[in-house]
C-alpha cells in the first residue's frame, strides 16, 4: 500500500515568516511530486510540481526533493494570511494516479 | 484559462435514488479523474478514464457507480442507488496528455444524501 504522510498541524506561522510543509511518501519507485491547496470547502487547485531532485521555485513558493530520503517539502516565503489554507501533497509511481496526503492545515496569522 | 467546470454545485438526493454528476474536463486533457472527499478526511480516488474507458478505479468503485463519456466533451459520474455515506465532496480532474501530469480539479459537487 502506498502512503503519503503530512502532519495534519495546524502549522502556525507570523505573516511574513517562512512556511515549511513537509511530506514523506513510502513508495521508492515514485516519479512525480505535487503539491495543491485546498481552501475550506473548496477544490484543490494545483501550486507547485517536481519530478527531479532538488529545488524547484515559483515565485514565493519552493518544492523541494530528496528521492533517497522520501522526502518531499513545500516552502512559502513571506506568507500572507491568504494563505492560510490545507496543503496537500500527492504523489505517483508507476501508475499515474497520485496518491494524496491527508493535508497539513497552515494558519498565517497577522 | 481552461478550467474543469462541475455541475451541478450542490445535490441533494433521497437515499437510493440514481444521481449523475456532470463534468467538462480542459479541452486538450486526455486523462479524467473522478475523486471523493468525505467532509475532513482525505481526497480519495475513485476512478479514471482515458480513451474512452476505465483505466483504474478503486475499492470504493464498485456495481453503484459507473462513469460515461457520452460525447465529445462531457465526463459523468453515476451514482446508482445512493447510500447515506455517499455523502461527499465529487471531483472531477483531468490532466494530459502525457502520463504524471499534473491534475486539474473542477469546484466540485456537493453530494448530500437524506
Known amino acids: 500500500q502506498k502512503e503519503v504522510e503530512q502532519n495534519s498541524g495546524p502549522l502556525s506561522v507570523p505573516e511574513g515568516a517562512i512556511a515549511s510543509l513537509n511530506c514523506t511518501y513510502s513508495?521508492?519507485?515514485?516519479?512525480?511530486f505535487f503539491w495543491y491547496r485546498q481552501y475550506s470547502g473548496k477544490s484543490p487547485e494545483l501550486i507547485m510540481f517536481?519530478?527531479?531532485?532538488g529545488d524547484k521555485e515559483d515565485g514565493r513558493f519552493t518544492a523541494q526533493l530528496n528521492k533517497a530520503s522520501q522526502y518531499v517539502s513545500l516552502l512559502i516565503r513571506d506568507s500572507q494570511p491568504s494563505d492560510s489554507a490545507t496543503y496537500l501533497c500527492?504523489?505517483?509511481?508507476?501508475?499515474?494516479?497520485?496518491?494524496f496526503g491527508r493535508g497539513t492545515s497552515l494558519i498565517v496569522h497577522p | 484559462e481552461p478550467e474543469v467546470t462541475q455541475t451541478p454545485s450542490h445535490q441533494v438526493t433521497q437515499m437510493g435514488q440514481e444521481v449523475i454528476l456532470r463534468c467538462v474536463p480542459i479541452?486538450?486533457?486526455?486523462?479524467f479523474y473522478w475523486y471523493r472527499q468525505i467532509l475532513g478526511q482525505k481526497v480519495e480516488f475513485l476512478v479514471s478514464?482515458?480513451?474512452?474507458?476505465?483505466?483504474?478505479k478503486s475499492e470504493i468503485f464498485d456495481d453503484q457507480f459507473s462513469v460515461e463519456r457520452p460525447d465529445g466533451s462531457n465526463f459523468t459520474l453515476k451514482i446508482r442507488s445512493t447510500k447515506l455515506e455517499d455523502s461527499a465532496m465529487y471531483f472531477c480532474?483531468?490532466?494530459?496528455?502525457?502520463?504524471?501530469?499534473?491534475?486539474?480539479f473542477g469546484d466540485g459537487t456537493r453530494l448530500s444524501i437524506l
Open positions: 517536481i519530478y527531479s531532485n
Open positions: 479541452s486538450n486533457h486526455l486523462y
Open positions: 478514464f482515458y480513451n474512452n474507458e476505465i483505466s483504474e
Open positions: 480532474a483531468s490532466s494530459g496528455p502525457g502520463e504524471h501530469q499534473p491534475q486539474h
Open positions: 513508495d521508492r519507485g515514485s516519479q512525480s
Open positions: 500527492a504523489v505517483t509511481g508507476g501508475s499515474y494516479i497520485p496518491t
